[in-house]
Nanobody, 120 residues
Framework: QVQLQESGPGLVKPSQTLSLTCSVS??????????WSWIRQSPGKGLEWLGR???????YFSPSLKSRTSISRNTSENQITLQLSSVTPDGTAVYYC????????????WGQGALVTVSS
């Protein structure tokens, strides 16, 4: 069973870059079966998809955040990293990494989430 664990700073100042790492176990991030996504949920709001990276390593991003989002991977450590630049207080959210089947819909596995607060 695939397990995902997010990690990173819980507090980021406005205008700085938010950086989170997702450590994956029970499956390889180079598997052709899954793609790996980052999703967030701000207080009182629904889930917002930020982007994903497939086995090919070429990421896709939400159009609304594309200019500020980077997703990369470390295959030796089996980790996925999210970077979101120029954050504002609106970026305060629980950030999740999730695994979804390439030939299917939705997410099959989720991390527990990491709360990131953007505040000076």
């Amino acid at each position: 069973q695939v397990q995902l664990q997010e990690s990173g700073p819980g507090l980021v100042k406005p205008s700085q870059t938010l950086s989170l790492t997702c450590s994956v176990s029970g499956g390889s991030i180079t598997s052709n079966y899954y793609y790996w996504s980052w999703i967030r949920q701000s207080p009182g709001k629904g889930l917002e998809w930020l982007g994903r990276i497939p086995s090919s390593g070429s990421p896709y991003f939400s159009p609304s955040l594309k200019s500020r989002t980077s997703i990369s991977r470390n295959t030796s450590e089996n980790q996925i990293t999210l970077q979101l630049s120029s954050v504002t207080p609106d970026g305060t959210a629980v950030y999740y990494c999730a695994a979804g089947p390439v030939r299917g819909c939705g997410m099959e596995y989720w991390g527990q989430g990491a709360l990131v607060t953007v505040s000076s």
